[in-house]
């Protein structure tokens, strides 16, 4: 850089990993559990309500499809099985136990001990989000597993098997084929029935409607209409024993229709959805109606929700409010009720009334459902953990080469190229992302704000991802692959928007910002580039678009923050966050729920697709060379509250240029901030002067001496500024003293 009123010195510092978290964060949605179950036990739970402000939120759009089936006809299906042979298995050996309130029986008796021969199973999922491979490490059971359980139990007597939605959509290998594959995986263990859930609309209505032709069981709904026609068939009878009276299974569907806000607007044109419990109801008379004109007695209804009980949720919408109102209506007086409910990720069962179970599974297959009843009484209702599944029971091998074929295919298409050739390497290091603002959590969170312009009911202000849920580097001058973008964001997270207020934004960037700091070996600070201390590595470091965070880490962890602008996405303009006022975050379904410890995230919200999908079609578009700085500390930005004040007393322009700042020292820390387990890092001065602090406890100490070998022989050391940004103002004329290692330094390195 020239000379002229300024003498540019800038600190090349870097950052690499230290010692890993004892819990890796991941980016996965948090499951909020209402009731925890042991292996082999089963349980009963009640019900507590909490009680929101409900809202309505239905679309309607003039645009034509033809549908698939009347608004009144109710299926009659004879199902035989459809399953592989059985697999061998060990018995079973389930323990019950009994709990008492007023709302529950207060005995629940072991299937296994009971002396009548009409026992009758039924196996359910929910929301597996396309988890059909075994995956130990996060306790899915895996559709191979699964086709075991099923087959073991129907070798043992009369089974039902049924889903309640959010099933072709979740992780890349089922995204990769728009729900078909987990189709054909679902067809080999042969589900009975399932209902839509509002993830089912996410590769749009003319793929949903292909997914319902090519599995070989009925997908039901009885609330979804278009163009007000039902989409699909309200119910279906399974019948197990067409010879025998009496035992057949009414099977009804609803969906929630939070859908209408849960997934884009342009996958369900011309879609409605009415309300549950009504349309429930309708079904109910119009079953017993014709059962009555047929001279039959259905004595057990199973009703597949995809409801879910969030507190968020509409109360008159969740399925605990829809298996209290089927308590008491008369018409199911004396009947069987099941509800076996989705969409809140919750492991949850109850009981209402006398004749009124409600049961949710959690998510991703972490359980299997199973109630256990006979011709008199529920006999026990819980689930089926991922452990007692790897115990008890063996997997299906047709099912299990079903999958291992789609995991070859699903192999080949992520090597399909996305972009020729990235100009830029998007640093996914964890002591980049977990610590500060990276030029790949730019790229990720530019993606979410740009698909919040046009997704959502109302345009996004602001998009944060956390740094946990970013997990790989893309490299500079190699093309970038379907397999790279999944391995940036291998979690299946999808894409939502948070209605927040300011508050809820300046709570979420003090709990962002507010780790220890990081010390050598001696228990001193360990600096960034603009002499402030770093803070130690954390998942839950936000990496920002829309928003511009001013923070000093010498200030305790509550008083960083020294000034929070947000973008107003109409005019383009950056404006003082005010905390009374509303905002809309776009975000993943992980922090949206609270996760990594964002509790004051939550509340009403619309969803999208997988993130691994926006921000593929945004590297398509992107101009990928205006992020050539790794570390452009120009969203979160680490300065010190000295500098801060000099910042503002610039005149504000769209692209400020600083005056020349008078060298300063960093800040000593304030006292009261204390640290645990320092970090051990060593001070590394290369023979071209530049200085940078290594973790001596991590692996990629032997890549970071790399880089410094490459260093000494000529090649410079990427820089964490450049014109634009303001890393580089800030930077400006400041003489850096740390550890008694002083020098200037001129000019810039490029990336």
Same mark, same amino acid.
């Given at each position: 850089?020239?000379?002229?009123?300024?003498?540019?010195?800038?600190?090349?510092?870097?950052?690499?990993?230290?010692?890993?978290? =004892?819990? !890796?964060?991941? #980016?996965?949605?948090?499951? *909020?559990? %209402?009731? @925890? &179950?042991?292996? $082999? +036990?089963?349980?009963?739970?009640?019900?507590?309500?909490?009680?929101?402000?409900?809202?309505?939120?239905?679309?309607?759009?003039?645009?034509?499809?033809?549908?698939?089936?009347?608004?009144?006809?109710?299926?009659?299906?004879?199902?035989?099985?459809?399953?592989?042979?059985?697999?061998?298995?060990?018995?079973?050996? =389930?323990? !019950?136990?009994? #709990?008492?309130?007023?709302? *529950?029986? %207060?005995? @629940? &008796?072991?299937? $296994? +001990?009971?002396?009548?021969?009409?026992?009758?199973?039924?196996?359910?999922?929910?929301?597996?989000?396309?988890?059909?491979?075994?995956?130990?490490?996060?306790?899915?059971?895996?559709?191979?597993?699964?086709?075991?359980?099923?087959?073991?139990?129907?070798?043992?007597?009369?089974?039902?098997?049924?889903?309640?939605?959010?099933?072709?959509?979740?992780?890349?290998?089922?995204?990769?084929?728009?729900?078909?594959?987990?189709?054909?995986?679902?067809?080999?263990?042969?589900?009975?029935?399932?209902?839509?859930?509002?993830?089912?609309?996410?590769?749009?209505?003319?793929?949903?409607?292909?997914?319902?032709?090519?599995?070989?069981?009925?997908?039901?709904?009885?609330?979804?209409?278009?163009?007000?026609?039902?989409?699909?068939?309200?119910?279906?009878?399974?019948?197990?024993?067409?010879?025998?009276?009496?035992?057949?299974?009414?099977?009804?569907?609803?969906?929630?229709?939070?859908?209408?806000?849960?997934?884009?607007?342009?996958?369900?044109?011309?879609?409605?959805?009415?309300?549950?419990?009504?349309?429930?109801?309708?079904?109910?008379?119009?079953?017993?109606?014709?059962?009555?004109?047929?001279?039959?007695?259905?004595?057990?209804?199973?009703?597949?929700?995809?409801?879910?009980?969030?507190?968020?949720?509409?109360?008159?919408?969740?399925?605990?409010?829809?298996?209290?109102?089927?308590?008491?209506?008369?018409?199911?007086?004396?009947?069987?009720?099941?509800?076996?409910?989705?969409?809140?990720?919750?492991?949850?069962?109850?009981?209402?009334?006398?004749?009124?179970?409600?049961?949710?599974?959690?998510?991703?297959?972490?359980?299997?459902?199973?109630?256990?009843?006979?011709?008199?009484?529920?006999?026990?209702?819980?689930?089926?953990?991922?452990?007692?599944?790897?115990?008890?029971?063996?997997?299906?091998?047709?099912?299990?080469?079903?999958?291992?074929?789609?995991?070859?295919?699903?192999?080949?298409?992520?090597?399909?190229?996305?972009?020729?050739?990235?100009?830029?390497?998007?640093?996914?290091?964890?002591?980049?992302?977990?610590?500060?603002?990276?030029?790949?959590?730019?790229?990720?969170?530019?993606?979410?704000?740009?698909?919040?312009?046009?997704?959502?009911?109302?345009?996004?202000?602001?998009?944060?991802?956390?740094?946990?849920?970013?997990?790989?580097?893309?490299?500079?001058?190699?093309?970038?692959?379907?397999?790279?973008?999944?391995?940036?964001?291998?979690?299946?997270?999808?894409?939502?928007?948070?209605?927040?207020?300011?508050?809820?934004?300046?709570?979420?960037?003090?709990?962002?910002?507010?780790?220890?700091?990081?010390?050598?070996?001696?228990?001193?600070?360990?600096?960034?580039?603009?002499?402030?201390?770093?803070?130690?590595?954390?998942?839950?470091?936000?990496?920002?678009?829309?928003?511009?965070?001013?923070?000093?880490?010498?200030?305790?962890?509550?008083?960083?923050?020294?000034?929070?602008?947000?973008?107003?996405?109409?005019?383009?303009?950056?404006?003082?966050?005010?905390?009374?006022?509303?905002?809309?975050?776009?975000?993943?379904?992980?922090?949206?729920?609270?996760?990594?410890?964002?509790?004051?995230?939550?509340?009403?919200?619309?969803?999208?697709?997988?993130?691994?999908?926006?921000?593929?079609?945004?590297?398509?578009?992107?101009?990928?060379?205006?992020?050539?700085?790794?570390?452009?500390?120009?969203?979160?930005?680490?300065?010190?509250?000295?500098?801060?004040?000099?910042?503002?007393?610039?005149?504000?322009?769209?692209?400020?240029?600083?005056?020349?700042?008078?060298?300063?020292?960093?800040?000593?820390?304030?006292?009261?901030?204390?640290?645990?387990?320092?970090?051990?890092?060593?001070?590394?001065?290369?023979?071209?002067?530049?200085?940078?602090?290594?973790?001596?406890?991590?692996?990629?100490?032997?890549?970071?001496?790399?880089?410094?070998?490459?260093?000494?022989?000529?090649?410079?050391?990427?820089?964490?500024?450049?014109?634009?940004?303001?890393?580089?103002?800030?930077?400006?004329?400041?003489?850096?003293?740390?550890?008694?290692?002083?020098?200037?330094?001129?000019?810039?390195?490029?990336?």
């Amino acid at each position: 850089m020239k000379k002229k009123t300024i003498v540019a010195t800038t600190l090349s510092t870097l950052l690499v990993s230290t010692a890993i978290l =004892a819990n !890796a964060v991941k #980016a996965d949605e948090v499951e *909020t559990s %209402a009731a @925890v &179950t042991a292996p $082999s +036990t089963e349980i009963v739970a009640t019900e507590a309500t909490t009680d929101v402000i409900s809202t309505v939120a239905t679309t309607a759009s003039n645009e034509s499809t033809t549908p698939v089936a009347s608004s009144t006809s109710v299926i009659t299906i004879s199902t035989a099985e459809t399953s592989v042979a059985p697999v061998t298995t060990v018995n079973e050996t =389930a323990t !019950a136990t009994a #709990a008492t309130s007023p709302a *529950t029986p %207060a005995v @629940v &008796t072991n299937a $296994s +001990t009971s002396t009548n021969n009409d026992t009758v199973t039924v196996l359910h999922t929910n929301d597996v989000h396309g988890r059909m491979v075994e995956d130990d490490r996060n306790g899915v059971i895996g559709d191979a597993l699964l086709s075991g359980i099923v087959n073991d139990y129907r070798s043992k007597g009369t089974t039902f098997v049924f889903d309640s939605g959010d099933s072709f959509q979740g992780l890349p290998i089922s995204n990769s084929s728009k729900g078909e594959d987990m189709a054909t995986v679902m067809n080999a263990i042969g589900f009975d029935a399932m209902t839509v859930g509002n993830h089912e609309f996410d590769f749009g209505l003319d793929q949903l409607r292909r997914l319902s032709k090519q599995i070989n069981f009925p997908i039901i709904t009885s609330n979804v209409y278009v163009n007000r026609v039902r989409l699909f068939q309200p119910s279906t009878i399974v019948d197990k024993t067409p010879g025998v009276d009496g035992d057949e299974v009414v099977v009804i569907g609803v969906t929630t229709p939070e859908t209408a806000t849960k997934t884009h607007p342009r996958n369900i044109p011309g879609v409605s959805f009415t309300d549950p419990i009504t349309e429930v109801k309708a079904v109910v008379d119009q079953v017993e109606s014709n059962a009555r004109a047929e001279g039959k007695d259905y004595k057990t209804y199973i009703v597949l929700a995809h409801l879910g009980i969030d507190t968020t949720t509409p109360v008159e919408w969740r399925g605990s409010t829809l298996a209290e109102a089927l308590s008491n209506y008369a018409p199911l007086k004396g009947k069987r009720v099941l509800v076996l409910d989705g969409h809140s990720h919750t492991l949850h069962t109850a009981t209402y009334g006398d004749n009124v179970t409600y049961n949710q599974t959690g998510s991703y297959l972490n359980n299997v459902g199973r109630v256990i009843y006979n011709s008199d009484r529920v006999l026990s209702q819980g689930v089926i953990t991922h452990d007692e599944a790897k115990k008890n029971y063996q997997v299906n091998p047709t099912v299990k080469a079903m999958l291992d074929e789609i995991q070859a295919k699903y192999k080949a298409e992520s090597s399909k190229v996305v972009i020729d050739n990235s100009p830029v390497k998007l640093s996914g290091d964890r002591m980049d992302v977990r610590v500060r603002e990276t030029n790949l959590g730019n790229v990720v969170a530019d993606a979410l704000l740009d698909y919040g312009q046009s997704a959502f009911t109302h345009k996004s202000n602001l998009a944060v991802t956390n740094g946990g849920g970013l997990r790989e580097t893309i490299a500079k001058d190699k093309p970038i692959t379907k397999g790279d973008i999944i391995a940036v964001l291998p979690f299946g997270n999808s894409v939502a928007q948070i209605q927040v207020t300011g508050q809820n934004i300046y709570d979420m960037f003090v709990k962002s910002l507010g780790s220890i700091l990081q010390v050598d070996e001696n228990g001193k600070n360990v600096f960034d580039e603009n002499g402030q201390p770093l803070l130690e590595p954390s998942g839950g470091f936000l990496q920002v678009a829309g928003a511009r965070v001013y923070y000093d880490t010498t200030l305790p962890t509550e008083k960083r923050i020294l000034s929070i602008n947000i973008l107003d996405p109409e005019t383009g303009v950056y404006k003082p966050l005010n905390t009374t006022e509303t905002y809309y975050l776009v975000t993943n379904d992980f922090l949206a729920a609270g996760g990594d410890g964002f509790t004051m995230l939550g509340g009403p919200r619309e969803e999208g697709p997988s993130m691994d999908s926006i921000f593929a079609d945004y590297l398509v578009t992107a101009n990928l060379s205006k992020y050539d700085v790794i570390n452009p500390n120009s969203r979160t930005i680490s300065i010190s509250s000295a500098n801060y004040a000099a910042l503002t007393k610039i005149d504000e322009a769209e692209q400020p240029t600083l005056n020349t700042l008078s060298p300063v020292t960093p800040s000593d820390v304030v006292k009261e901030l204390t640290t645990t387990k320092p970090v051990v890092s060593k001070v590394v001065t290369t023979p071209n002067g530049k200085i940078f602090f290594v973790s001596t406890t991590n692996e990629a100490l032997k890549e970071t001496e790399k880089v410094t070998e490459a260093s000494a022989q000529g090649k410079v050391l990427p820089t964490t500024g450049d014109k634009s940004s303001h890393a580089g103002l800030l930077g400006l004329g400041m003489l850096l003293t740390i550890f008694g290692l002083s020098g200037k330094h001129r000019g810039k390195a490029k990336n």
